[in-house]
């Protein structure tokens, strides 16, 4: 026979009671691990795999663009047809070697600085509505990365435009040498995907001049110390 008392009763109400609230509290707290680890690794992916991703499809689309610009402002700074002649003055001794080689520093430091400010502002023209990055690329999968409505991601910034000359001697025959000059231009551009950022650069050479120089050309020279 089993003695049910008011004593009894309250003692087995509470340890029910107590058993529920310890079952609430172990679910509450594996519901909020569970959900930690899930905003864990949704951001883990987002911050890797996303971003590379999505970085790497503007990058390409970005440097198509700084090329194309950078062609077309060379093209159109030196659409006067600059020639051999007036960036580079030869003089030769007695014996028709070649005894002083100058550059023409304010003319290649004009065409150098208007170069660098139409790419600059070409590339900025290209980029500012975007860049179209299929929708599927931010889930982080590569094969599905071309799918999807295509949104304009303008998270894109033009640091800035740097442009040199340089130029390059080769050897065409008997005391001969073919003497190329290039403009060497490269576009600095900033990425930005949630609080990351990518930094790249876009070069390219393109060639100005060139001449066939006929007599010796000292060794000063053809280690590029005339435009470097």
Do not use: W
């Not at 659409?79 to 007695?94: A, F, Q, R």
């Not at 070409?122 to 500012?128: A, D, G, P, S, V």
């Not at 998270?155 to 740097?162: D, K, L, Q, S």
């Not at 001697?169 to 600095?188: A, E, P, W």
């Amino acid at each position: 026979m089993i003695e049910c008392t008011d004593e009894y009763i309250y003692y087995k109400t509470f340890n029910v009671k107590n058993r529920g609230r310890k079952k609430r509290r172990f679910k509450r707290f594996f519901v909020f691990i569970l959900v930690v680890l899930c905003f864990g690794y949704i951001f883990y992916h987002i911050n890797g795999a996303v971003f590379n991703l999505v970085s790497e499809i503007c990058e390409d689309y970005t440097y198509s663009s700084a090329l194309s610009s950078i062609n077309k402002a060379v093209i159109i700074t030196l659409s006067d047809e600059i020639k051999y002649e007036d960036l580079i003055k030869v003089e030769k001794n007695k014996n028709g070697d070649i005894a002083l080689m100058s550059s023409d520093a304010l003319k290649i430091n004009s065409i150098s600085r208007t170069v660098a400010e139409t790419a600059e502002n070409l590339l900025t023209e290209k980029l500012k509505d975007g860049i179209p990055v299929p929708v599927f690329a931010f889930t982080g999968i590569k094969l599905a990365s071309g799918y999807g409505p295509v949104i304009q991601y303008d998270a894109i910034t033009v640091v800035g435009t740097n442009c040199e000359f340089k130029g390059k001697f080769t050897s065409v025959g008997i005391n001969q040498t073919l003497h190329s000059i290039y403009i060497t231009v490269t576009c600095k551009i900033d990425i930005e995907f949630l609080y990351k950022k990518r930094s790249f650069d876009c070069s390219s050479d393109v060639l100005v001049s060139e001449a066939v120089l006929v007599g010796n050309v000292p060794d000063v020279y053809l280690n590029g110390a005339l435009l470097n």
